[in-house]
C-alpha cells in the first residue's frame, strides 16, 4: 500500500488554496481531493501496454515513403 503523499497534500493545501493550518486540517480527503480536481482538471491514467499494443495494431507506422 502507498503511504498517503501528506506532504504534496499540504503543499497543494496551504500554497496553492492558502488555506489556514485550521481550514486543512479540518479537510476531509474527499474534499482535498475535490479542490484538487476543481484547480488542476481530472487526472487522465497513462497509457498501459495494452492500450499502447492495441494502437499499435489499429495505426501501424507507415514503411518505405
Given at each position: 500500500m502507498t503511504p498517503f503523499p501528506w506532504s504534496e497534500a499540504m503543499q497543494?493545501?496551504?500554497g496553492v488554496?492558502?488555506?489556514?493550518s485550521d481550514q486543512f486540517w479540518r479537510m476531509t480527503p474527499r474534499e482535498l481531493a475535490s479542490a484538487i480536481v476543481a484547480v488542476r482538471g481530472r487526472v487522465v491514467a497513462p497509457l498501459d501496454r495494452g492500450g499502447l499494443d492495441d494502437?499499435?495494431?489499429r495505426y501501424p507506422d507507415?514503411?518505405?515513403?
Open positions: 497543494f493545501g496551504f488554496l492558502r488555506l489556514s494502437l499499435l495494431r507507415q514503411r518505405g515513403g
